[in-house]
């Protein structure tokens, strides 16, 4: 019998601790592991026997987090890393050489096109970044030396929806892997694997952990790309000389990515989860699904509010009908269309400001997939180092601001919208 997915927020990757009976994952807050024997230590560096070495490499209270996070998006294997940025660096670096490049869509999350466009070509990697609305657009971009597609499943901030059935028959065409980011979404609501995503990365500073806490990332491996197949991949598929000739994919089959990723990527990049952080996602992940759903009605109520209200010009939340992704989203996210939208207020850029400066019970923060709700100007903030067409492709033109809508009651939601509103336009 598999288990459900409420279930599994609460059991996968975790059963009471061996050495104590203790209920709860314990955060293992020590460095090192002592070794059984020379032998034992011999066998664990050749990847012989699996087992703890070293918390730059794995700790039992993140693999926890890495199981269950596993479990939950249908992977084989998990890595944490430090961040969500830390993540996307970490699910390109097995793929990528100097000179490759990743075909992504220009309606990434700002950070992201950021990183995208000017921090990875310090490693000789580059990005085209296409309207992945257009599958022709994808498949024009690709060349010899593409070796991934990316996309959000949900983009943030515009709310655009991938149509990532689509998107993943391109990859197939092209012997790629698909990469999903899949933070505004989360598993609850769509796993990116069952529609032919490769990989799954997350930002689970957001909704994972759900309480503004902790800074990480999650890289998910489907363990169902064969990575032996073009020859374009050898960190994974030939012998790796960072590892000392270990051929990943021949020897670790479905897992290959996920130990590179941990002997290869953790050792060398050191982009690690902590314990603690990961303990605090592992309690959040456990109300995931109780969360998940006071999100998507709330956002839902107040997107519909906004929409009537005449005061805003418009409501880009593809839970509504006036949303062109308002069909994609019943396929792809069909139990709730997230939590994050923009919407324009008339008066533009002065109103917006004006409109974050009198709201009481929203937190102006940069932070998205909070308990709290939250509020955002793109344009004057995480966008601001975009030029105005690179906003406007995102969905963060500066007349538009971004809410994360929390789980308080709608109706306290909706009214302190109103009266910034009303301040905002007067
Ligand atoms: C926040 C975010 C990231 C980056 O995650 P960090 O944990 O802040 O590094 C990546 N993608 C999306 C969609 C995000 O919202």
Not at 127 to 154: H, Q
Not at 210 to 237: E, H, I, Q, Y
Request: a negative charge; proline letters at 5%.
């Amino acid at each position: 019998m598999t288990l459900g997915f409420n279930t599994l927020a609460i059991h996968a990757g975790a059963e009471p601790d061996p050495a104590t009976g203790a209920r709860q994952v314990p955060i293992y807050q020590t460095t090192a592991y002592v070794f059984r024997d020379a032998d034992h230590a011999a066998k664990l560096f050749n990847l012989q026997e699996v087992g703890y070495i070293y918390s730059r490499l794995t700790n039992p209270t993140v693999a926890a987090l890495a199981n269950r996070v596993a479990a939950l998006e249908g992977g084989a294997g998990a890595v944490c890393c430090s961040s969500g940025h830390a993540a996307q660096i970490m699910a390109l670096f097995p793929l990528m050489q100097p000179g490759t490049n990743v075909v992504a869509s220009n309606k990434l999350y700002g950070g992201t096109i950021q990183q995208f466009n000017n921090t990875i070509r310090k490693f000789g990697w580059s990005a085209k970044l296409v309207d992945f609305d257009d599958p022709k657009a994808i498949a024009a971009a690709i060349d010899d030396n593409t070796r991934a597609l990316f996309c959000e499943t949900i983009c943030n901030p515009g709310g655009a929806v991938s149509d990532l059935d689509a998107i993943a028959r391109v990859a197939n065409q092209h012997g790629l892997p698909l990469i999903v980011d899949n933070t505004t979404a989360t598993p609850f609501l769509c796993r990116p694997i069952e529609h032919g995503a490769t990989l799954v990365v997350h930002s689970a500073t957001k909704y994972l952990t759900g309480n503004g806490t902790v800074t990480g990332g999650v890289v998910v491996d489907s363990g169902k790309f064969d990575w032996s197949a073009s020859g374009n991949f050898p960190s994974l598929a030939a012998p790796e000389p960072a590892y000392h000739g270990l051929n990943f994919h021949a020897a670790l089959g479905a897992m290959a990515f996920t130990f590179h990723s941990i002997a290869v990527g953790l050792r060398d990049l050191g982009m690690t989860m902590n314990p603690q952080g990961a303990h605090y996602t592992l309690m959040g992940i456990e109300t995931l699904p109780l969360r998940m759903e006071r999100h998507v009605q709330n956002a839902q109520a107040v997107a519909e509010w906004l929409e009537a209200d005449p005061r805003v010009d418009f409501v880009t939340y593809p839970g509504l009908k006036s949303s062109p992704y308002h069909n994609l989203a019943k396929m792809i996210v069909p139990g709730g269309a997230g939590a994050l939208f923009t919407f324009a207020v008339k008066g533009g850029y002065d109103a917006c400001v004006k409109l974050v400066d009198h709201l009481k019970l929203f937190s102006h923060v940069a932070n998205l997939g909070d308990t709290r709700s939250l509020v955002i100007h793109s344009a004057s903030t995480t966008h601001r180092q975009l030029s105005d067409e690179q906003r406007a492709a995102a969905g963060a033109s500066s007349n538009v601001v971004r809410l994360s809508i929390g789980i308080e009651d709608v109706r306290d939601i909706i009214a302190d919208l109103d009266q910034a509103l009303t301040a905002a336009t007067a």
